[in-house]
């Protein structure tokens, strides 16, 4: 089983500038997926790693850290705007991986740099899971939902000032309702079919969820680079980080 890791690093970002290259414990916030990816590489052999990114300011960081990632892609600048999705990123640089190494992957391994949490172990049991799955196009990690949409988060009613519950349902407890889960962006594991069928987005009716027994959360506020930072720096974390 032939097995792709994309990194996709856009260069720009609005609301944390230069966010995949910045210092998070005194190493470029980039290097914590590399290093997960080329451990990944070293269990599972048949693996390339990929960068993407339209930044040659990335791709020069990526070059200092690392002898083991292809860096000879450029994202295109039409896959490179705020509008531009994810999804149509990864294939290309898929197109551009199978083309230039001669392989034709079976899985493709999306790691997201704004969501490090992650270990070698989570990759495995995910990609074991999608592959014990043979009507399962991809799987992608999750953490427990600090909010659940049938008890307690409300939207408003359509044509209204009144709100309503987001969910409908008749629980009385948070415990006794579904329980629901926030997509933590970490990393998205797809089968070689998803992209030859065209589809647009993650989550489709054959997806599959990979629940983080630890914390994991993604980068989206500054604020949220010192809180990170926090944890790692004081041991904080509820699992071995490869730091």
């Known amino acids: 089983m032939k097995n792709l890791i994309t ?3 856009r260069g720009g970002s609005k609301g944390i500038p230069g966010k995949n290259i910045k210092e998070l414990n005194k190493k470029p916030l980039i290097y914590y997926t590399i290093r997960v990816a080329e451990l990944f590489a070293e ?16 791709e020069d960081k990526v070059n200092a850290i690392s002898k083991k990632v292809y860096t000879n892609y450029k994202r295109p600048d039409y896959l490179a705007t705020d509008s531009s999705g994810k999804i149509d990123a990864i294939k290309d640089v898929l197109n551009f991986a199978e083309k230039f190494t001669k392989k034709e992957y079976d899985f493709i391994i999306d790691l997201d740099v704004t969501s490090p949490l992650r270990t070698v172990e989570d990759l ?8 014990g799955n043979m009507d399962a196009l991809n799987i992608f990690s999750v953490s427990p939902a600090n909010r659940n949409p049938y008890f307690n988060m409300v939207e408003a009613k359509k044509n ?20 629901v889960y926030d997509m933590n962006a970490s990393f998205y594991i797809y089968r070689s079919n998803f992209f030859k069928e065209g589809y647009s987005t993650a989550i489709t009716d054959k997806s599959l969820i990979y629940k983080m027994s630890h914390v994991c959360f993604d980068l989206d506020h500054p ?14 974390l509820d699992f071995e980080f490869v730091v």
Do not use: W
């Open 223 to 236: 604020l949220d680079f010192y809180f990170m930072e926090f944890l790692i720096q004081n041991n904080h």
């Open 160 to 179: 209204s000032e009144f709100v309503e519950l987001s969910k409908k349902g008749e629980f009385l407890t948070r415990q006794s309702a579904p329980e």
């Open 7 to 9: 990194i996709c690093a």
């Open 124 to 131: 495995e049991k995910a990609k074991s899971k999608l592959k």
């Open 43 to 58: 269990r599972n052999p048949d693996t390339d790693i990929f960068l993407s990114t339209d930044s040659s300011e990335i």
